[in-house]
């Protein structure tokens, strides 16, 4: 197994701790717009609305990292987009490539269910 270093997303200036409040918003958010869950280790921290300098999507936090090694974005279509840039052992392509999996997956689901 490869060991990466830590690299913020290019879409964090600065390591800024989310509050409690950005991290239950992000959170809910995330449920309610069907992103994936993330693993261990992991967790959706900070919402960012079509405003922001950073780009919309919500960010990811590595807890064990203390970073904002990411930003995701689920589209209308079920297309999951993570950036391309921030790593860290435990935000790695693969990790990337099964969150964008499982998001197709369920919009997939719901898109057979609808049309029933």
């Known amino acids: 197994k490869v ?3 830590v690299k913020p997303s290019v879409w964090v200036a600065e390591y800024d701790p989310p509050t ?5 918003h992000a959170g809910s958010y995330a449920k309610n717009n069907w992103y994936p869950p993330l693993p261990k280790d992991l967790r959706y921290a900070r919402h960012r609305n079509k405003g922001s300098a950073e780009g ?4 990811v936090e590595c807890l064990s990292c203390k970073a904002l090694v990411g930003l995701a974005r689920l589209g209308q279509d079920g297309s999951l987009n993570c950036d391309k840039d921030g790593q860290c052992p435990h935000w ?3 990790v990337k490539r099964d969150l ?3 998001a197709q997956a369920v919009y997939n689901n719901w898109a ?3 049309k029933r």
């Open 100 to 102: 964008v999996q499982a």
């Open 3 to 5: 060991l990466v270093s």
């Open 20 to 24: 409690p409040e950005e991290v239950e």
């Open 112 to 114: 057979a269910t609808a």
């Open 56 to 59: 919309r999507g919500v960010q």
């Open 92 to 94: 790695t392509a693969e």
